[in-house]
């Protein structure tokens, strides 16, 4: 008979392929998940009616030349930085309610430029902005 106690070991429980499985599976979903951006500026498209009206949308138009001149209803500004800019816009729409902004910008214009003006219209509270284009003559 055996009367000497029986020795117990002592089980140790290594986790570190468990936390290498987990990590693998934590890059494996962040690679394969898909995020949904959202778009800041947004867009709601008018109703058209069968019938044409010729009524004049309340609008404000800023013009862009080749040598980087800006104006608001036919108004020079003194400088382009958008502070200047986004002041004569405000200005501009104070007797309008929801404008549409119309920038007409020569062909030649530098996109900076556009950029600004767009910044400064969307500074202003204004986000229905569309561009004048004239049509290619076949």
């Known amino acids: 008979m055996n009367l000497r106690r029986s020795r117990k070991d002592n089980v140790d429980l290594?986790?570190?392929p468990l936390i290498d499985v987990v990590f693998l599976l934590l890059i494996f979903f962040m690679v394969?998940?898909?995020f949904e951006r959202e778009s800041e500026i947004n867009i709601t498209l008018p109703e058209a009616s069968e019938e044409y009206t010729e009524t004049e949308p309340e609008a404000v138009y800023i013009d862009v030349d080749v040598q980087g001149r800006v104006y608001i209803n036919d108004q020079a500004l003194v400088n382009s930085?958008?502070?200047t800019?986004?002041?004569a816009i405000m200005n501009a729409?104070?007797?309008l309610k929801d404008p549409n902004v119309i920038i007409r910008?020569?062909?030649q214009a530098t996109h900076q430029?556009?950029?600004k003006v767009m910044?400064?219209?969307r500074q202003a509270g204004l986000v229905r902005i569309t561009f004048a284009t004239q049509r290619i003559e076949e």
Do not use: G, H, N, P
């Open 14 to 16: 290594d986790i570190t």
């Open 93 to 95: 729409m104070m007797d």
């Open 81 to 83: 930085q958008v502070s």
């Open 105 to 107: 910008a020569d062909a």
């Open 113 to 115: 430029l556009v950029v």
């Open 119 to 121: 910044d400064a219209a």
């Open 85 to 87: 800019i986004r002041e």
């Open 32 to 34: 394969s998940t898909t």
